[in-house]
């Protein structure tokens, strides 16, 4: 069984930065994609940042140029760098792993950007 464990969300002023970072008890070299999701109240989950074989990134146009996603191979964690941030930037937000056959997800944590 493959455990998740996000930390780094809090509150934080509109233009402030925070990181969240995923945990997992397996070797990260064991997925193929890593990702983070968010989910606001009302909304949808939607995929903010993405990273797969070959470590090609992808980001949401939202969060382009604001957020970025990295690994340490050595601790088997996956960040989310989040600079610039905005009140529509608050929601709940989830790693997810994923090996191909079997995604695995976060337990989520809270971001929430206000004065």
């Known amino acids: 069984q493959v455990q998740l464990v996000e930390s780094g969300g809090g509150l934080v002023q509109p233009g402030g930065s925070l990181r969240l970072s995923c945990a997992t008890s397996?070797?990260?070299?064991?997925?193929?994609?890593m990702a983070w999701y968010r989910q606001a109240p009302g909304k949808e989950r939607e995929l903010v940042a993405q990273?797969?074989?070959?470590?090609?990134?992808n980001y949401a146009d939202s969060v382009k140029g604001r957020f970025t996603l990295s690994r340490d191979n050595a601790k088997n964690t996956v960040y989310l760098q989040m600079n610039s941030l905005k009140p529509e930037d608050t929601a709940v937000y989830y790693c997810?792993?994923?090996?191909?056959?079997?995604?695995?997800w976060g337990q989520g944590t809270q971001v929430t950007v206000s004065s």
């Open positions: 397996r070797s990260i070299f064991s997925f193929d994609a």
């Open positions: 990273i797969t074989t070959g470590d090609r990134t």
């Open positions: 997810m792993l994923s090996t191909g056959y079997s995604n695995y």
